[in-house]
């Protein structure tokens, strides 16, 4: 079987960041005295422990090297993961940006990853609709036996792009990865010690020689020392070459849906979820659900003007509109008839996460699913009950923590809202609302 190559519909369209540029290193000056300037924290960063102004001429001389000023400027932006506008972007969009490892597992002769049982490891988050679509595919497949799977905590931490503490660094490497580290502190996994993140595989990086690993970014680090891009799931991994072979959630959804068939037995290898008649359907239907549904929740609720909110709400409910029309219309149980494809692996971790996250957190209320979209509800609730495959991903409590204790410049606070209960109603149940509208048919 040929390799189905990349196509544009697969992408996440968003801005790359520019990559680094050489810093030149720098060091203390001689006549400096070295005690008690640095500590060792817990994950063996130095920090400087000193006043601020004591040692701010130090700290000024040492960053000589970064007088590029639109990358200084930057800097003195103190820029945090959670920024998911850039400071100073006075259009208040949030754009997305694009993934970076891009390499596929190929049954080509001679390809760089075959595919090969037991050789590949999937990081995800069960908070992330984006890494969610990949455990879906993953067990609709039956790669269970394939590819091992861990999922990170759902705390995604926060930390000041150049504010103090700052390590010192010897070398232009060491200043590279110094300013990054303190850029994002992102994704962490889960230690023996957490209480609050129940859900299967939320355990420690388990792949052997990544003991001393704690956050995601260790491990984009350990592959790419220059990496200057989020930390972001999912991640791919080969633990045969230890690399990342890719992180971007369609390109992976598309690569489990077929690399593996000729070692699966029947019942996995014929589920088809690119199936050729329907391709050209389901690219259409990736892009406008992509950017105006899954893309769309995130536009609107990280907008920091009032302006880019309306502008994409108004957008995400018109695409709504659009697939509770088609629903209705084609008659389902999934979205092109009878069966599960890509659209569905994409469309169903935003539609589980609309009414107990999107509604509140990032201010989609003009409807709720259960009470404003009698098909899409339906449709949504057939896939979490009927389906284990979309139901055991769907971890409410990691997605309810995440967004509401993670995203602090929405939700400073971190209040977690109790509500809407319960997170998905039963397939013989609706709202109050609902259940009136009926009776009066």
């Known amino acids: 079987?040929?390799?189905?190559?990349?196509?544009?519909?697969?992408?996440?369209?968003?801005?790359?960041?520019?990559?680094?540029?050489?810093?030149?290193?720098?060091?203390?000056?001689k006549s400096t005295p070295r005690r008690n300037i640095t500590t060792r924290d817990r994950r063996g960063i130095s920090s400087l422990v000193a006043t601020r102004e004591q040692y701010r001429p130090i700290i000024s001389d040492s960053l000589s090297g970064l007088a590029k000023s639109k990358q200084q400027q930057q800097?003195?932006?103190?820029?945090?993961?959670?920024?998911?506008?850039?400071?100073?972007?006075?259009?208040?969009?949030?754009?997305?940006?694009?993934?970076?490892?891009?390499?596929w597992i190929s049954k080509e002769p001679g390809a760089k990853f075959p595919p090969e049982k037991g050789r590949y490891h999937l990081y995800v988050s069960y908070a992330c609709p984006?890494?969610?679509?990949?455990?879906?595919?993953?067990?609709?497949?039956?790669?269970?036996?394939?590819?091992?799977?861990?999922?990170?905590?759902?705390?995604?931490?926060e930390k000041g792009a150049f504010s103090f503490p700052i390590r010192l660094a010897r070398t232009t490497r060491e200043v590279t990865r110094s300013v990054h580290a303190n850029n994002a502190i992102g994704w962490r996994f889960a230690m023996p010690?957490?209480?609050?993140?129940?859900?299967?595989?939320?355990?420690?990086?388990?792949?052997?020689?990544?003991?001393?690993?704690?956050?995601?970014?260790?491990?984009?680090?350990?592959?790419?020392?220059?990496?200057?891009?989020?930390?972001?799931?999912?991640?791919?991994?080969?633990?045969?070459t230890n690399t990342i072979v890719n992180n971007e959630s369609s390109e992976i959804l598309r690569m489990l849906g077929y690399v593996f068939d000729d070692q699966l037995p029947e019942q996995y290898a014929k589920v088809d979820l690119y199936p050729e008649p329907l391709r050209a359907q389901i690219e259409e239907a990736h892009e406008w659900t992509y950017d105006r549904i899954n893309n769309g929740v995130y536009k609107s609720g990280f907008a920091t003007t009032q302006a880019a909110y309306e502008r994409n709400v108004t957008s995400l409910f018109e695409a709504l509109d659009k697939a509770e029309k088609h629903l209705a219309e084609s008659g389902g149980p999934y979205f092109f008839g009878d069966k599960i494809t890509e659209v569905?692996?994409?469309l169903f971790p935003t539609l589980v996460r609309f009414d107990p996250v999107y509604v509140q957190h990032f201010k989609c209320n003009v409807r709720d699913i259960r009470s404003g979209y009698p098909h899409l509800h339906k449709y949504t609730r057939n896939l979490y009950w009927n389906h284990a495959a979309f139901?055991?991903?769907?971890?409410?409590?990691?997605?309810?923590?995440?967004?509401?204790?993670?995203?602090?410049?929405?939700?400073?606070?971190?209040?977690?809202?109790?509500?809407?209960?319960?997170?998905?109603?039963?397939?013989?149940?609706?709202?109050?609302?609902?259940?009136?509208?009926?009776?009066?048919r």
């Open 1 to 29: 079987m040929n390799i189905r190559a990349p196509r544009p519909g697969l992408l996440r369209i968003g801005t790359t960041l520019p990559a680094s540029r050489p810093i030149a290193s720098f060091s203390l000056p």
């Open 75 to 103: 800097l003195r932006m103190a820029s945090k993961i959670t920024d998911w506008v850039k400071p100073g972007d006075s259009s208040g969009e949030f754009k997305r940006q694009s993934s970076s490892f891009r390499d």
């Open 130 to 157: 984006w890494a969610t679509r990949t455990l879906i595919a993953r067990k609709l497949k039956g790669l269970e036996d394939f590819i091992s799977f861990s999922s990170v905590h759902w705390h995604m931490g």
């Open 193 to 240: 010690e957490d209480t609050d993140a129940e859900g299967e595989n939320v355990i420690p990086d388990p792949v052997p020689g990544h003991e001393k690993y704690t956050h995601l970014r260790d491990l984009y680090f350990a592959v790419d020392p220059n990496y200057s891009g989020r930390f972001t799931v999912p991640v791919l991994f080969d633990k045969k």
């Open 344 to 346: 569905d692996v994409r």
């Open 391 to 440: 139901k055991e991903p769907t971890n409410f409590l990691h997605i309810k923590n995440h967004y509401t204790r993670s995203h602090t410049q929405i939700n400073p606070h971190s209040i977690t809202p109790l509500g809407p209960v319960p997170d998905i109603l039963p397939l013989d149940e609706e709202v109050e609302a609902v259940k009136a509208a009926l009776a009066t």
